[in-house]
């Protein structure tokens, strides 16, 4: 699973924003899936009749990603979960049902794929004309095409190699290795003439699918450069994590500090797309690649020197981050600030609290807010022998001017200039 993500990712959250029922019927997005998983259900049920289960498992998802509340594919989970070794004749029959249901149904996600978007969603539309590409490739071939030669032509470099990336490994693509590495080069040569002080850029990723925005916009990381900036010396680095769906754009708490700053927002949970929710199981996965073609793009980036407060469901990314990453988080990013938030802490196991005992973490609740809990947190924190500073700020769920103050003068004690 180590390199397998991306495609993992793109197999995997292959619905589209759920589009609202008319009141004469179902409307033609919704309708549209609703055949596409009533073609797959039925090599699914075939699959079952055959033992074939583990294309059988592979089709039950994407038919939930479809239509996610659809009877026969759920009914067909447990007899799945079974493991069988068919016969090689069942797999020659599969491949030629797979066919058949390919050439009714990469037509209908094409279809989807051509809807109407905006360009901030082609990151979750493109996975329909993948799909179509993986059932279908003669018929899907010449419109993927036209999309990564679009892309390119658009200078939208993270699409055109995403789409490069993931179809040219289900169509010939002439010279699809050096297409590649020229898109990652014109996507470098544009990041490195807004390194200059002050300077913002964006760092996109189509490859990891959508956001728990509403409008399913990509995922996608803006970099805010110091006042000061040089690439002659390191720089620490500030991670926010926002409150609710979040932000891809970082607060201002570090602003005058020194910081590199980046926001990331939270990616949906494949497993159900129409949930405006990630997974915090799987939440280092989607960050991992970020971050590091964030250390990729500014490698003089201090390796330790690094905070990331999070607010509200931002704590609980953080503690999820924590509890689910094998250590790979806590040996990076060292200073944690939770705020008014941080469920996840209750699955952290002794050695995640070992691991913390070379990390500094700030605890921040509102006495009308999360006070109580935050405060048993702490202690927790304190008994497991782990470097750990508490604030109960007059206030509800909110950022006021006390916790401004206390996280900036601790970041300055714990990280300094």
């Not at 956001?211 to 926010?240: C, F, G, N, T």
């Not at 008014?340 to 002794?350: A, K, P, T, V």
């Amino acid at each position: 699973m180590k390199r397998l993500l991306p495609a993992a990712v793109l197999l995997l959250w292959c619905a589209a924003a759920p589009a609202e029922p008319s009141r004469s019927g179902p409307a033609p997005e919704t309708e549209l899936k609703q055949r596409i998983a009533r073609e797959l259900a039925g090599l699914a049920e075939w699959c079952s009749e055959r033992r074939l289960n583990e294309p059988g498992r592979e089709l039950v998802k994407e038919i939930l990603f479809v239509d996610p509340r659809n009877r026969r594919a759920r009914a067909l989970q447990v007899p799945f979960a079974r493991e069988t070794d068919p016969a090689a004749a069942e797999h020659e029959a599969l491949r030629r049902r797979q066919a058949s249901t390919g050439r009714v149904v990469a037509p209908l996600y094409l279809e989807l794929f051509a809807r109407k978007h905006r360009p901030a969603q082609n990151a979750l539309y493109d996975v329909y004309l993948l799909r179509a590409l993986r059932h279908e490739p003669r018929l899907a071939a010449p419109v993927f095409d036209r999309s990564w030669r679009t892309a390119t032509r658009n200078e939208d470099w993270s699409r055109a190699r995403m789409l490069l990336a993931e179809g040219g490994a289900l169509v010939p693509v002439n010279g699809v290795q050096q297409l590649i590495a020229d898109l990652d080069a014109a996507e470098m040569r544009e990041i490195r003439r807004q390194l200059v002080p002050g300077g913002t850029f964006v760092l996109k990723f189509p490859e990891l699918g959508p956001s728990v925005k509403k409008d399913y916009r990509l995922m996608q990381m803006h970099v805010v450069l110091p006042d000061d900036y040089s690439p002659d010396r390191q720089w620490p680095l500030y991670i926010s994590l926002g409150g609710g769906g979040g932000s891809d754009r970082p607060n201002r708490l570090t602003a005058g500090l020194g910081f590199v700053a980046v926001g990331l927002p939270y990616p949906r949970d494949p497993r159900n797309i129409e949930q405006a929710a990630f997974s915090p199981f799987t939440l280092w996965s989607y960050y991992q690649p970020m971050l590091q073609k964030l250390d990729r793009v500014l490698p003089n980036l201090h390796p330790t020197n690094r905070v990331v407060f999070g607010f509200s469901n931002g704590a609980n990314a953080v503690t999820a981050l924590v509890a689910f990453s094998n250590s790979q988080f806590t040996r990076q990013y060292r200073y944690l600030i939770i705020h008014e938030g941080g469920m996840q802490q209750s699955r952290w196991s002794d050695d995640v609290w070992q691991e913390l005992q070379s990390c500094a973490l700030l605890y921040s609740g509102g006495d009308k807010s999360y006070g109580r809990q935050i405060t048993a947190m702490h202690a927790e924190a304190v008994e497991k022998l782990v470097d750990a500073q508490l604030l109960i700020f007059a206030g509800g769920h909110e950022i006021n001017q006390e916790v401004r103050d206390t996280v900036r003068a601790w970041i300055r004690r714990k990280v300094g200039d």
